[in-house]
Every structure is written in structure tokens, then in C-alpha cells.
């Protein structure tokens, strides 16, 4: 695994502990304050990464964050990897623990692996990510999200890919604090 994989898996791990110590001062992960949530996602069937976001609860219904993220294509000596930078809004519909949810990330994408042959077709693109799902509220103050979206972005700068706007879908599971 490559230095910079370690030290975004390590940023991630580190961020999500220090969430979940920090959020054991209320019973209600939707309770106005600071709130943070850690994702394991799946790009296309075949991407597995991970995401934290740590941000502020306004109300039961709103929340405005910021993160980090990471994944990887696993196949074989070729495992070209990816980082996020991002900010992100989630709008929960009722104020029961579990409720239907939509939101949107908008940040920056960065290809690591783009200098070496891994038919990597961008090094770097800004996207939105809007996405839809459900969350689940749990007794000990946690809640538990189960998110669809997709990333939709555009290449810039050095690109190998004739296209402006790119498309993933992303599959999210994840634990809230």
C-alpha cells in the first residue's frame, strides 16, 4: 500500500475515533451541535472506499459538514487509488430517529496514481454528489445511513478521457455520531 493510501486510511481512522468520543455527550445523533458520520462506499461494484465527514447540526433536519475520503480499484497488481476533499449538506424529512434523508457533497477528486499507467484517465476533477437513503436511529445515541448517489464530475486540466462530464454511482453504508 502506497504512502499516501496509509496516511488518508490513518487521517480517516483518527478523525472517525475522535467523532465518536466527542459525540458521547448526547443520546440523539440528530441533536443540535457537532455531528460527524463514517461511510464505507462502493463506486461502481467494484471501487471500495472509505469516507468521515464532521460538521455541525443546525436542528433535528439539517446538517452542514466538511470531509475526507478515499478509494481504490482492487484488481491485481494495478490498484490505482483516489482521494476527496469535500463539503457536504444533509437535509433529514422527519424528525423521528429514522427517517428518509437527501443531501449533496460538492468538492474536489484527486488521482494519485495518475502519473503511473493505470489507465487513469483524469488527475484531478471537482463534483457534486447528490444522493438520497435512509437512516436509522439507534438506542445508545448512534444512528446507522444507507445513502445512493452519484458522483458527477468534470476533468481537469492534463485529462486522457474525450469526455467533459463523467458519472458514478456510489452505494454508501455508514455509522452516524
Not at 436511529?137 to 444512528?143: I, P, S, T
Amino acid at each position: 500500500m502506497n504512502k499516501h493510501c496509509r496516511i488518508i486510511i490513518a487521517t480517516m481512522l483518527i478523525l472517525g475515533i475522535t467523532g465518536v468520543s466527542l459525540s458521547a455527550q448526547s443520546n440523539n445523533y440528530r441533536s443540535k451541535g457537532y455531528r460527524g458520520s463514517f461511510s464505507v462506499t462502493d463506486h461502481y461494484g467494484v471501487w471500495v472506499g472509505a469516507e468521515t465527514s464532521h460538521g455541525y447540526m443546525f436542528d433535528t433536519k439539517n446538517y452542514l459538514g466538511a470531509g475526507v475520503g478515499g478509494f481504490v480499484f482492487p484488481n491485481g497488481d494495478l490498484n490505482p487509488y483516489f482521494g476527496t476533499l469535500f463539503t457536504e449538506y444533509r437535509h433529514y424529512l422527519k424528525d423521528k430517529p429514522s427517517t428518509f434523508v437527501f443531501g449533496a457533497q460538492a468538492g474536489v477528486l484527486h488521482s494519485f496514481t495518475y502519473e503511473k499507467d493505470y489507465d487513469v484517465k483524469f488527475k484531478n476533477a471537482p463534483y457534486v454528489e447528490p444522493t438520497i437513503g435512509w437512516t436509522w436511529g439507534l438506542k445508545n445515541g448512534l444512528g446507522l445511513n444507507l445513502d445512493l448517489g452519484a458522483m458527477i464530475l468534470h476533468p481537469m486540466g492534463e485529462s486522457r478521457t474525450g469526455s467533459k462530464i463523467l458519472a458514478m454511482p456510489k452505494l454508501s453504508f455508514g455509522i452516524e455520531f
